[in-house]
């Protein structure tokens, strides 16, 4: 959305409040554009780029549409991240309040809270769009490449959750360049969290039927830019 166009939002949902419109009203003016998973993904890719190309339009938004979203919520997508601090979802597709449903969880791992969290996404609140989004440098991912000895120095429930993105570390080509190896093992990583959370019957079911896609993302600290694994043969581990 340019500034423009948030501000012509902004004026509509002024006006829709002033008549009295209902909820529905609203999350129809909101949303307009982003109805199906392709659309999803083409607004997660405009933010993107409005992000790391320096022209985000700041969606912080004024006291009108805050006060709109008091009557409730009508994210168009859902992101599994890692709770890094340098990977601010929001930010980083430049999406205001009401737009991303968001779980961040070091190593953006599926756990059942997250699970439960993305079912309620898909079931209550009818997003379009699951995005599974690692990033360059997860200490997460790194400490999975740790030695046992190291690992085992860990207590128990941070063992845990290294032991859950261990599975996808194995096997990875021998590559020399670290940079480049760290980011074969995240990817690696979302892919495979992506295979666990089509194993999911709500997410199954919902992504068979067309409503909502599951799909990866790396996100580039150095440059902001976010890579989104949408094709099948980028998703497969
Ligand atoms: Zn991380």
């Known amino acids: 959305m340019t500034k423009s166009e948030a501000h012509d939002l902004e004026r509509r949902l002024l006006n829709a409040i002033r008549r009295g419109a209902s909820m529905e009203d609203i999350a129809g003016l909101k949303h307009a554009d982003v109805g199906s998973p392709e659309a999803a993904i083409q607004a997660l890719r405009d933010g993107n780029v409005r992000f790391f190309s320096g022209?985000?339009?700041r969606p912080e938004l004024g006291a009108n549409e805050r006060r709109a979203q008091i009557m409730g919520q009508t994210p168009f997508a859902a992101i599994l991240a890692c709770s890094d601090s340098r990977v601010p979802v929001e930010l980083v597709f430049d999406q205001g309040f009401g737009n991303l449903f968001v779980v961040r969880v070091a190593g953006n791992v599926m756990g059942e809270s997250g699970l439960a969290t993305l079912e309620y996404a898909i079931l209550h609140l009818d997003i379009?769009?699951?995005?599974?989004?690692?990033?360059e440098g997860c200490g997460a991912v790194s400490a999975a490449l740790m030695s046992e000895e190291q690992i085992e120095a860990e207590p128990p429930a941070l063992r845990a959750l290294i032991r859950r993105i261990q599975p996808s570390l194995q096997g990875l080509p021998p590559i020399r360049d670290k940079k480049a190896r760290m980011r074969e093992a995240v990817i690696n990583n979302v892919r495979c969290q992506v295979g666990v959370l089509r194993e999911q019957d709500v997410i199954a079911r919902a992504e068979a039927s067309g409503k909502i896609r599951v799909i990866g993302g790396f996100y580039e600290i150095g440059s902001g830019a976010v890579d989104l694994l949408v094709e099948e043969d980028e998703l497969k581990v």
């Open 128 to 135: 379009h769009l699951i995005v599974v989004m690692g990033h």
């Open 55 to 57: 022209h985000s339009s």
